[in-house]
């Protein structure tokens, strides 16, 4: 179902996947795209440059292996803790809502939201470093206390998917939710 | 004031702005829920123009917790953003650190005009000097008097002077602010339109069956903070009271120079005779001001009183003169800003222009204008905003939109 184009707010492109597993059970993938070579490369170059500066002056060949260690410690910790590769929403009516994201090393986070603790999913916008950015986010509420909202759960954190992609979630999530 | 939250519901895609007159920005450091004569002002001003069928968005700097988006009454939509607050709620001015966040809004909601508010605010100043930047048109309404001879009113003077060289319209609120604001900006007197506050008179009748004849009494009603002259109220009282015996003193209002009128009023055993009210509800005010003879406004900078105004002004024509001006192009802004402000003054802003421009030119390319989402209009009794609402509950009793 990838026929439109999105991207995310910095403008880089992501896809959106949506799979209807029934009437009741749909899931979205939004996938960010891939780490590009030529970042690693400034990266790795920025890192290198510098401990052969530092080297230049203090001539410790200690310099030189910190860099070797700082740069492959680093890659992994950004592939492992940093870098998504997909997250996805999977709403089952009347169940409830599992949200899980999937770094680049392949470790995976779910989360499951039991539809009791669920009061709406909506649109809402936020301050977003210097920007003004629109999120979907799941509104929780206490059992106790059904019509107050008790907290927010934003989805797609770290793709950040722009409006159009939003609507078209939020449209077919209405759809599941309307239904229970 | 009718708060709902900031949550939204989207049903349709069509996001064009369409139909309407302007997009209006409203720029100022004091809002809700700081209260004053200027935050009501605002949002009256908002009200009555959304009614005539324009979008307007407000502007304000974060309150404490209260940040992000919010909506109030008609969908009015305000920015509380995350600027930091140096002095008596007013923005720090760096001219430079708030660009990206207002060109954000600025971008986002397709403003065609930028309102500020207050020369007391440095954000709305920073906005005003982002705004003719961006090639947008502005209006300044100023809400205060100032001196002329010392330091603070000389340096508040000159940045009034340089951000308001650039405004195509400039808005005050009475006679003596239009000539104040004149002289200290060096302003063409035509581009100054003076738009009075009203007062709504059924709600402010007099009732003199309410006043003990047997006393006179004088009614202050502010805030009690420096600017509106609380010193100077702390150093009458005392004086008054000992030539007339039968004088009275009813103060209403709260702020950090209540300790002052405390003080007096312990030092000279004055309990009796002065009372002091704390913070009065909008709608208490009446009942408070029939009690007395006479009022006493004793504030140091105060273009018009608001305190017994319903500010409720409508700037419809104002806004129509300005959408016919034309924005001047880099160049010619450096050149005014020369000519206009002196030699000293105007190179070292003709200079922040630039960098103000280059800084635009920065983030333009860092987030592209096409990479924003225009954000949903919500506002005015034809928005998207109601409709979706009712319908909204129309299919499924559910509504995350009401308070």
């Known amino acids: 179902m990838e026929d439109e184009a999105f991207t995310d707010i910095n403008g880089k492109a992501i896809s959106l996947d949506c799979q209807s597993h029934s009437s009741f059970c749909r899931e979205f993938t939004v996938s960010s795209s891939k780490v590009s070579i030529g970042k690693v490369m400034v990266y790795t170059c920025s890192v290198w440059l510098l401990s052969y500066a530092v080297f230049f002056f203090t001539e410790n060949t200690a310099v030189l292996s910190s860099a070797i260690v700082i740069t492959l410690v680093g890659m992994m910790l950004h592939i492992h803790f940093v870098k998504v590769d997909h997250e996805s929403l999977l709403v089952i009516g009347s169940l409830g809502i599992q949200v899980s994201s999937n770094y680049a090393s392949g470790r995976e986070t779910t989360t499951f939201i039991e539809m009791s603790k669920i009061k709406d999913i909506v649109i809402n916008e936020a301050i977003y470093m210097h920007q003004i950015i629109y999120y979907l986010c799941v509104l929780l509420k206490d ?5 107050a909202v008790s907290s927010v759960v934003p989805l797609f ?11 078209k979630v939020y449209k077919s999530c209405q759809e599941i939710l309307s239904k229970c | 004031m009718h708060c709902s939250g900031s949550f939204s519901h989207l049903h349709t895609g069509s996001l064009e702005v369409c139909g309407r007159k302007h997009n209006i920005c409203m720029v100022s450091d004091f809002f809700y829920p700081n209260m004053g004569g200027v935050e009501s002002h605002i949002y009256q001003l908002s009200q009555c123009l959304i009614e005539k069928g324009h979008k307007v968005v407000i502007v304000t700097h974060a309150y404490g917790r209260r940040k992000g988006v919010r909506y109030l009454t008609n969908g009015l939509k305000v920015y509380y953003l995350p600027l930091q607050v140096m002095y008596n709620q007013s923005t720090a001015t760096t001219c430079f650190h708030s660009l990206p966040l207002l060109r954000c809004v600025f971008t986002r909601e397709r403003i065609t005009v930028v309102h500020a508010h207050s020369s007391f605010s440095a954000m709305a100043h920073d906005a005003l000097f982002h705004a003719k930047t961006m090639g947008l048109n502005t209006v300044f309404t100023d809400h205060s008097l ?16 340089v951000s308001l060289c650039d405004t195509n319209h400039i808005v005050c609120v009475s006679y003596t602010s239009k000539e ?17 506050n009203a007062v709504d008179p059924t709600d402010f009748t007099p009732d003199p069956s309410q006043r003990q004849e047997d006393r006179i009494t004088i009614v202050v009603i502010s805030r009690l903070v420096y600017r509106k002259g609380i010193d100077l109220l702390g150093g009458i009282i005392p004086e008054l009271c000992l030539k007339h015996p039968d004088l009275h003193f009813l103060i209403g209002g709260e702020g950090p120079k209540r300790l002052v009128l405390e003080e007096v009023r312990e030092k000279y055993q004055l309990h009796d005779r002065v009372r002091l009210l704390g913070a009065l509800e909008h709608k208490d005010v009446r009942g408070v001001l029939v009690q007395g003879h006479i009022f006493l406004n004793t504030s140091l900078t105060e273009a018009f009183c608001m305190a017994i105004v319903e500010g409720a002004s409508c700037g419809l024509q104002v806004y129509d003169r300005v959408a016919g001006e034309e924005v001047l192009p880099l160049d010619r802004r450096l050149r005014r800003l020369r000519a206009h402000c002196g030699p000293v003054a105007g190179s070292i802003f003709a200079f922040v222009a630039v960098l103000d421009f280059l800084f635009l030119l920065l983030l333009q390319w860092l987030v592209p204008d096409q990479v924003m989402d225009v954000a949903v209009d919500a506002t005015g009794p034809h928005g998207l905003w109601r409709q979706e609402t009712s319908s909204k509950k129309e299919t499924h009793s559910k509504s995350a939109t009401s308070s």
Not at chain 2, 180 to 196: D, G, H, Y
């Open chain 1, 143 to 147: 059992p106790s206390e059904p019509n």
């Open chain 1, 157 to 167: 954190q770290s793709s950040k998917p722009r409006l159009n992609c939003l609507v």
């Open chain 2, 146 to 161: 100032f001196g002329f001879a010392d330091v603070s009113s000389v340096l508040t003077n000159k940045l009034l002077t």
């Open chain 2, 180 to 196: 104040n604001t004149v002289l200290r900006a060096a302003l063409n007197p035509e581009i100054v339109s003076v738009i009075p």
